[in-house]
């Protein structure tokens, strides 16, 4: 679209006018966007699309883009969202606040598509107009009717329809019974796409896989059908103040912020049964520490909070505690009894001041303070710290909530559209909230335990409400409470994230590479949209890739092992083992970690576990692409001496770093520049209470990425 008019009144309103100013960045994104909308062609299979990341400000985004395409032309925009009345909303409040100049004179009609008048006149139908219609049959419906039978005139004007939270619900398909079947909104898309005559599709959206990683075309019932790919990916810039999935995964503080609940846990907190707990023992039974760290660790992280806001002299907020582990209603129940008796009992030992009381605050108190002092903030003293927590429990500070329904949620929203926050403390327990992507102001504690039995990247992620702009003062008492085989998920989808992101970032017309292993054992490419994300390893540059969470097997089937694979290095390397990497045989790797893995029995009861394949064909798939396709490097160290737990005041159970980014991994990036390294850090075991491994030497492998590696996903196991 050549020469955009920015002086207009609707973008001229959001720019001069907005609570939290657009920057430069964001300016250039909202023109670069409405300019493409111009000049590609967006209907059919291929949408805009809108690129940003959780909570990260893709709303205020595009409201200035329909601000901006109102000044240009448009007179009409869609606005679909996610299939509730909460969600829908809250969506119609912000448009009412952000457009209020305009609805106040008269300028512009804004309806939920379901609370449209039957019949507009001819003066209503000159205004702009703006729709929300929530991704269902029964708004399609209606959203045709008006359209194409009610008020043709409709279709002949300029329409610019956003997918909010566009995912599969948008534009995938499913199988079923064997049958490929696309979803409701996608068939109602395609309708869409041919009523409007003048309409330009842009989709929004944080979790782009179910976009990008699709075929072409496919049949669906004998019909081609075309999901939708992007024409053109807008990326939605992100302040420096956002924090997202890297501060959860990759940060100095994922540490603290990552507290491991165990399986058992999780079962006693499913549903209620005695022989598990007893509710009267809530505050000392270990069925349900991660829980009672929770409570304490939220009031205790609050309440430091409320003492700093008094020290600098700033207002004091309220803050939020989510619990969602299920989505079953009776679950949801128990889980509100077992909290509420968690604060009555804990209520009950603050009136008296016990030991109990003292002791379970001063836990919380030493967990929080560490994150506190790491990131040099005031730290008020503990005493002060303990009255303000008795304070909050005996004066009822403490509010707790299930939320099991749309109702229930419409009932607890705030004119803002977010979740209304009625005392200094609030819990939460359900799962309605995190579904719908309602947002939840001040939440410091987020207790997790969801796991699907195949985790979509679009529904966890969404789950993630921890993520947004936050005042990191609030961050330092935040903690993040949910199993390893969760939290590893999360990690694998963040990683996929961010190198998807970075191939769209150095050019958005590159394509990230898909492959997986074949029954042959060759490495071929995957089709993209098999892919269960959270079953597949992302290799970019100096990846690291290597077992974490493990025990030895038995000493005299050890040994045998690391003495066979001893003498395969001694073998190529007669020298013996040192900080100087050699050239070792693909086909050497693969029995090295083939041996390996015999002496590796993986913790899979706590959550962990390592796909040995993904290794495997990671080497073959790197050295096809180095210059030779036949050797990789190998760095061979002994004489180790890592421990099998990471140490008190870790939350990480396991360690998980047998090297160190200054040595090894100043080697890895000073020889894997074409080629990948495995490391072999040969252990010695010992069985002392402080090393905690099974009495015999042991080999813990580690892969280096190749430097030159490009972006690819490799896919363990796909959906089919």
Not at 338 to 360: G, P, R, Y
Not at 676 to 704: C, H, I, T, V
Request: charged share 25%.
């Amino acid at each position: 679209m050549k020469g955009i008019h920015t002086t207009g009144e609707y973008y001229k309103h959001f720019i001069e006018k907005a609570e939290y100013p657009y920057t430069e960045e964001e300016r250039a994104c909202i023109k670069n966007t409405i300019s493409k909308l111009g000049d590609v062609e967006t209907l059919g299979s291929k949408p805009g699309m809108l690129l940003g990341k959780i909570q990260s400000g893709k709303t205020k985004t595009f409201l200035a883009i329909i601000g901006l395409a109102f000044d240009n032309d448009y007179d009409i925009a869609i606005i679909l969202t996610k299939g509730t009345k909460a969600l829908a909303k809250q969506t119609e409040q912000r448009i009412q606040r952000e457009f209020k100049p305009f609805h106040d004179r008269d300028e512009i009609l804004i309806y939920d598509i379901m609370n449209m008048p039957d019949k507009l006149g001819g003066w209503e139908l000159k205004k702009k107009i703006i729709l929300v219609v929530k991704k269902q049959k029964d708004n399609f419906d209606r959203l045709q009717n008006i359209f194409l039978k009610k008020h043709k005139i409709l279709s002949d004007k300029r329409a610019l329809i956003i997918d909010d939270e566009a995912d599969y619900a948008s534009v995938g398909y499913k199988k079923k019974g064997g049958e490929i079947d696309a979803n409701l909104t996608a068939h109602k898309l395609d309708d869409l796409r041919n009523s409007v005559r003048h309409a330009s599709f842009l989709q929004v959206t944080a979790t782009p896989y179910s976009l990008y990683l699709q075929p072409e075309s496919v049949e669906v019932k004998g019909i081609s059908f075309l999901p939708a790919r992007p024409a053109f990916t807008e990326l939605v810039p992100v302040n420096t103040a956002y924090i997202g999935s890297d501060y959860y995964f990759d940060s100095d503080y994922s540490d603290l912020l990552y507290i491991p609940l165990t399986a058992n846990e999780l079962t006693t907190l499913r549903k209620k049964d005695g022989r598990r707990l007893k509710i009267t023992d809530v505050l000392t039974s270990s069925a349900v520490q991660g829980l009672r760290d929770a409570f304490c660790n939220f009031l205790v992280g609050g309440c430091i909070r409320q003492l700093q806001a008094i020290y600098n002299n700033t207002l004091k907020s309220k803050f939020s505690l989510l619990v969602h582990t299920e989505v079953s209603k009776d679950t949801h129940l128990w889980q509100e009894e077992v909290v509420n008796a968690l604060c009555n009992a804990l209520n009950n030992e603050a009136k008296k001041n016990t030991d109990l009381f003292s002791s379970l605050i001063s836990r919380a108190y030493q967990e929080i303070k560490a994150s506190i002092e790491l990131s040099k903030f005031h730290l008020p003293t503990k005493e002060d710290v303990t009255q303000r927590v008795q304070e909050a429990l005996i004066d009822e500070e403490v509010l707790i909530s299930s939320i099991n329904s749309d109702k229930q949620v419409e009932a607890l929203l705030d004119d803002s559209g977010q979740l209304r926050l009625r005392t200094p403390f609030n819990i939460f327990i359900g799962g309605q909230i995190l579904d719908r992507g309602i947002t939840i102001g001040g939440l410091i504690g987020f207790f997790y335990g969801r796991a699907p039995k195949r985790f979509q990247q679009d529904t966890v992620l969404q789950h993630s409400r921890m993520y947004g702009y936050r005042p990191k003062e609030d961050l330092a008492v935040t903690r993040f409470y949910t199993a390893p085989t969760i939290y590893n998920a999360m990690k694998k989808m963040h990683e996929s994230d961010v190198a998807l992101r970075e191939a769209i970032e150095r050019n958005p017309q590159e394509s990230v590479r898909f492959i997986q292993g074949s029954s042959s054992g060759t490495i071929v490419p995957c089709s993209p949209n098999k892919i269960l994300l959270t079953e597949t390893t992302t290799l970019k540059p100096y990846k690291r890739i290597l077992p974490i969470g493990f025990q030895t097997d038995y000493k005299t089937r050890t040994n045998k092992i690391t003495e066979h694979i001893d003498k395969l290095l001694l073998d190529v390397c007669p020298s013996g083992a040192s900080s100087a990497p050699f050239k070792i045989t693909t086909s050497l790797a693969h029995t090295i970690l083939i041996e390996s893995a015999k002496a590796i029995i993986m913790e899979e009861e706590e959550g962990y576990k390592f796909d040995w394949d993904s290794m495997h064909a990671a080497i073959d798939y790197m050295a096809e692409q180095s210059s030779n396709p036949n050797e990789i490097w190998c760095l061979w160290l002994t004489n180790r001496n890592n421990a099998r737990l990471a140490g008190i005041g870790s939350h990480t159970r396991y360690v998980a770093t047998p090297d160190t980014a200054t040595t090894e991994g100043a080697i890895a990036k000073k020889y894997a520049k074409d080629s990948p390294m495995l490391m072999l850090f040969r252990q010695n075991g010992s069985d002392s209470k402080e090393k905690g491994w099974m009495g015999a030497p042991f080999y813990w492998p580690l892969l280096y990425a190749s430097g030159k590696v490009p972006t690819t996903i490799y896919a363990n196991r796909t959906s089919e």
